[in-house]
């Protein structure tokens, strides 16, 4: 969210890529610069920084509506797109997501894996172009963090090493080599990262306090990865999650948990670990969909009434839990709309809606009162088909860009609180269910929930929905704990083991034998 001046890609990459990375030729250009001499030239000339802010940049595919935390979240039991007559449709490319009939030709699946690879591309190549040793850090990090993610998503994560032959197809790594190698890669680097956000540094910028938090995601998702039907919890991968929870220090727990969101984040929380940038009206990391994607056409600001949440979600929150909604106000008193009648505007919105400036009830495009419904369906008719749904507001509205394209809000990966309850998770793995308690409880005070008497895995299970839902986390959390092909609201019948996994898309089998694809599809 901080104002800075960023640099924007001066150089055409695929030129840098192609003389940095490709074989040694032997012929001169222009009959006196040989190909060794014209990739010495560029590498002087590269501005290496600019390199680097494209790989951050590229971080903006998981706030895009249809990118990877799509994949993560509408799969999961807390988020679908309903189709509403002919809105939202797009030949059932949302439901058979969260109905669990996707296959190997589905755009989603595709258009993730590519982004995901790119950023793998982008930031192997910024390590050609003789970076210092915390850009090379940085680019590393982000590599290992889109590495995780295709490696959560598809279980097959295509690799190359830094100036090895473009013509050669990637090697692949799979399960407990993937997971191994990421590890391997965060440790390495810990060091040359500059400082968390707790210690002066910056949370859009890769840091020695992210790097421990994706550390503690890889040690305790390593066992769904390496098995995702039964995983197993490696008695010193807990030990390791719980001590790099005790080296992230200096933290603390929001006020709001929506004040990690808002415009005004980098100035209200201490919370965050790593974002990626948004600045209003320069730099967009498509935050807006957030909001766009959920509210109704007549809402402020409008939107393109789709996505919506179950009431069992809903109804796992407690009344005094301000997760569950509330009305938000941003530090900044012009980054919010006055809403006179105090109604909810961050969180879940359900019942009728009102006009957050002056609070006059609104209406549907046909007139009828604007009151979201708790029942939904995949496929909605009927007159109240723009209503069904409860919708969820994640990030506060910044009103005060002109720019719908961008806005303050940075977008969030990690946050302290995940820290506190990966901590509690190892502890309840490791038999310590009365320390996981405290860490539960602690962060179920701050948020106005009664504290907890006991806790089992549903119970940890439940907290992490219940502070992270839309994060893109459920679909990996149900996984590691054993749910998500369970039959639910919506998806009467169990699913079958093969979407543990989206299938490797058709495109890039076709141009990589080392992948393979996954069982089933």
């Avoid at 009467?492 to 890039?508: C, D, E, G, M, V």
Wanted: glycine share 8%; hydrophobic share 40%.
């Amino acid at each position: 969210m901080k104002h800075i001046k960023t640099s924007t890609v001066a150089l055409t990459l695929t030129l840098g890529l192609g003389l940095a990375a490709c074989t040694k030729l032997d012929e001169k250009l222009n009959s006196s610069l040989t190909a060794d001499q014209a990739q010495a030239i560029l590498l002087a000339k590269t501005d290496v920084s600019v390199l680097l802010q494209a790989c951050y940049d590229g971080l903006q595919t998981f706030g895009n509506q249809d990118g990877p935390t799509s994949l993560e979240e509408n799969s999961s039991d807390e988020s679908l797109v309903p189709t509403r007559g002919g809105d939202w449709d797009d030949n059932g490319v949302w439901r058979v997501i969260h109905t669990h009939n996707w296959n190997a030709d589905h755009a989603q699946v595709g258009s993730s894996f590519n982004s995901l690879l790119s950023i793998v591309f982008n930031t192997t190549n910024v390590l050609t172009f003789k970076p210092s040793a915390q850009q090379a850090a940085e680019a590393r990090y982000i590599r290992a963090f889109a590495m995780f993610t295709v490696l959560d998503l598809y279980g097959q994560v295509p690799y190359r090493d830094p100036g090895e032959n473009l013509l050669n197809a990637p090697k692949v790594l799979s399960g407990a080599d993937a997971a191994n190698f990421i590890i391997s890669e965060l440790t390495a680097i810990q060091n040359d990262l500059p400082a968390g956000p707790s210690a002066g540094g910056k949370a859009y910028q890769a840091n020695k306090d992210a790097c421990r938090v994706l550390l503690m995601k890889c040690y305790l998702n390593k066992g769904a990865f390496i098995n995702r039907a039964a995983p197993a919890f490696d008695a010193g991968d807990m030990t390791k999650v719980i001590a790099l929870a005790d080296q992230i220090t200096g933290y603390s727990l929001a006020n709001s948990v929506f004040d990690n969101y808002a415009p005004s984040n980098t100035t209200n929380s201490n919370e965050n670990i790593f974002t990626n940038l948004s600045i209003g009206g320069s730099k967009g990391g498509n935050i807006r969909s957030s909001w766009y994607k959920t509210l109704h056409y007549n809402q402020n600001k409008s939107g393109w009434n789709g996505f919506s949440t179950l009431a069992e979600v809903y109804n796992k929150f407690e009344a005094t839990d301000e997760r569950r909604g509330t009305n938000y106000k941003d530090l900044s008193p012009a980054a919010n709309l006055p809403n006179p009648g105090n109604r909810v505007n961050a969180g879940f919105l359900v019942g009728q809606q009102y006009d957050w400036k002056t609070d006059a009830p609104l209406q549907d495009r046909k007139g009828a009162p604007l009151a979201f419904t708790a029942t939904v369906a995949n496929q909605e008719s009927g007159n109240n088909l723009e209503m069904t749904g409860i919708r969820v507001l994640r990030y506060p509205i910044d009103y005060t860009t002109s720019n719908d394209g961008s806005c303050d809000n940075d977008y969030v990966f990690f946050r302290y609180a995940d820290v506190l309850l990966m901590k509690a998770e190892a502890q309840l793995r490791s038999n310590n269910a009365a320390s996981a308690l405290i860490g539960v409880n602690q962060l179920r005070l701050k948020r106005g929930a009664t504290p907890l008497l006991a806790l089992t895995a549903g119970d940890l299970l439940d907290e992490r929905q219940r502070e992270f839902y839309w994060d893109g986390w459920r679909r990996q959390d149900m996984i590691r704990f054993g749910t998500f092909l369970n039959a639910r609201t919506l998806k009467p019948a169990a699913s079958a083991a093969k979407y543990l996994l989206y299938p490797i898309p058709s495109a890039a089998l076709a141009v990589n034998p080392n992948l393979k694809q996954n069982p089933g599809y």
